[in-house]
Structure formats: structure tokens, C-alpha cells
């Protein structure tokens, strides 16, 4: 898949009246998002990357290796994303929506798996199956007492037919993502670059990651709104910095991220911008499926212009610094 990108820069003074003006260019209220985004590494030996890139380059003059296969050898950063929005600042969520909390309530984390379907993922689907969540004994069932084979004190009630449905927790989902160097810019007047995003069905994933061969290095919070135009995901947010899980430690021990299940890890109002000027990131992007299609590509990059010259003078849309998007790996090679 490719990613087309333009963004821009707001002040926090111009954050609600841009939230309105594109709230009312998209026809729709704006969505809360507040995701988690932890960074991982690759674990691999700087000195066999670094043999792997002369080989190729060898190749390469030999006349035996394209030269668009010549920087094979990159390592780049990975990223795991969470939809934690349901999970962090309820009482910060209630206040935006008028919705008054009494003390000590909170927004229930759970939902109602129904036996007669309803949507669900993939692991609550599975926790049902297992556990036999949702259970229907018809009324002309056997008693215990007319049947002793079953009485084991399970303390089922055959009087009528009931339906049982128990609630299981909701959990973040999770998805694996991978973004690529953008393009040489001039190209196009847009930002684009090759994406990969991988849905994390169940388990920890932060042992998957680090199964893969990747090593936790960061972690911080996008806060912010999502908004649909067409085909274009209009972001307005900023990250937040999280503070290291132990302080006195971290020059001794690598960083390790926060408890997945322990959200809020401090409260969002808690947390600092990473840019000192509080100011947020306005994101329009189209993803093609296909980036080959010349005709699919044309017309995002068409639907992108055409939104930028729309809220011209509102905000100023450019492609982004490819420097500043580079998710390449540093590489310090021995001498």
C-alpha cells in the first residue's frame, strides 16, 4: 500500500476553530482518538548489516544486482499502535460531551457479547467459544432431580428457558505498522511513501514484536480528532511524551513500556507535548491500495491538491520533511 500526505502546523489558539471549520467541511462531528504508539528497533548485528551492503554493492557493479535492489541492508524502526480512546480520560471525555460523572463512576470497560452475534474481535470471539459464554436450556429440559446423572450442583435452573450473557473485557486493538523512507521530493506535490499495517488478533504484543526480532526503545500518546472527507483521514492532533517507567534506573537498565492493561499509565491532562508550543499537526492522507496504478495514484494526489487549495488560507498544507519522516535506522558501523 501507498500513503499520500500533506500536513500543516496549528497553533493551540487556532486548535477549536480549525476543529469547526473541517468539522464542517467533512459534514461530521469530530471523533476522538487517542492512540498509543510503542517504538521498536531491530536487533540486528551492525557488522553483518554493514558486510550485507558491501556484497550488494559488489553486485551491483558486477552488472549481477538491479540498482534498485542495492539498499537492501536498511533497518528500519517499527511501530505498534493501540486505539486506547475508550480506555484513557473519562471524566476529560464526559466533560467535552456534557455528560456529568458522579463521584467515583466511571465508564464501564466492558461489553456484552450477545448469542446472537454482534460485532466483536477476533479474540472475544474466541474467549466465547472456549468458555461457552452464552448458554440456552430449553424448558422442557430435565431437572436435576428427574435426572440425577447431571446433578453435580452446578445450580442450574430448568424452570424455563434462559439466556445467560456474561461480559468480557475489552482490550486495545493493536495493529503492527511499518512506514517506509518517502520519495525523493519533486516527484509528486505530495508526500508518499510504502506502508504495511498488520492487525494483532490476540496475545501480548509487545513478546510478538519482540519475537520478530525487535527491541522496545520508546513510547508516547497521539491525542487528537479523526474526521472522514471523501477518501481522505484528516488528523488533527499532537503526540504526548510519557514519562520513563522507573527514572532512577534508566541509565542502568533498558527502557521497558508501561503495562498494556495498566491505562491510563498517568492521566492524558498529566502528560507534555513533545513540542514545547503545544501547537498540533493537521495530517490529510489517502492510502491506494495498489501504488503501481498510475490512475489510483493520480486521482489521490488530485482529491489532496484539491483539499488544499479549499482550506487555503486557513492553514497552508505542504508535503512533509522527508528527512524528518526517515524511519531508518541510525547505524554507528565499526572502524
Known sequence: MHELLLFAQAHPSQHAQLLQILSGIASMAPQPLIERHLIFKPNRDPASVQQ?????????????????????????????????TEFVGEEEEAARNGIELRDGEKRDPERKVEADGGETV??????????????????DAPTLDSNPQVANGNGINPSSTTTTTETVPKKPRWSLEFRDLPEVPGRRPVTSRFMSSITILEGDPVKFVEGLGYTFISEYILNGHRLIHGNIILYLH??????PVSPSSQLKAPPTP????????????????????????????????????????????????????????????????RLGLDTRVKIDYPR
Do not use: C, W
Open 52 to 84: 550485507q551492503q558491501q556484497q550488494q554493492q559488489q553486485q551491483q557493479q558486477s552488472g549481477k544486482l538491479g540498482g534498485g535492489q542495492a539498499k537492501g541492508g536498511d533497518l528500519f524502526y517499527v511501530r505498534i499502535v493501540g486505539d486506547v
Open 122 to 139: 477476533m479474540e472475544d470471539i474466541l474467549d466465547v467459544k472456549e468458555s461457552e459464554k452464552t448458554s440456552t436450556i430449553p424448558a
Open 238 to 243: 499532537r503526540p504526548l511524551l510519557l514519562p
Open 258 to 321: 508501561h503495562p498494556l492493561n495498566d491505562i491510563p499509565a498517568p492521566p492524558i491532562s498529566a502528560l507534555q507535548p513533545l513540542d514545547p508550543s503545544g501547537s498540533y499537526i493537521l495530517q490529510a492522507s489517502i492510502v491506494v491500495q495498489d501504488g503501481a496504478k498510475i490512475e489510483a495514484m493520480t486521482l489521490a494526489i488530485n482529491e489532496l491538491t484539491s483539499f488544499k487549495e479549499m482550506i487555503k488560507g486557513v492553514v497552508d498544507l505542504e508535503p512533509g520533511d
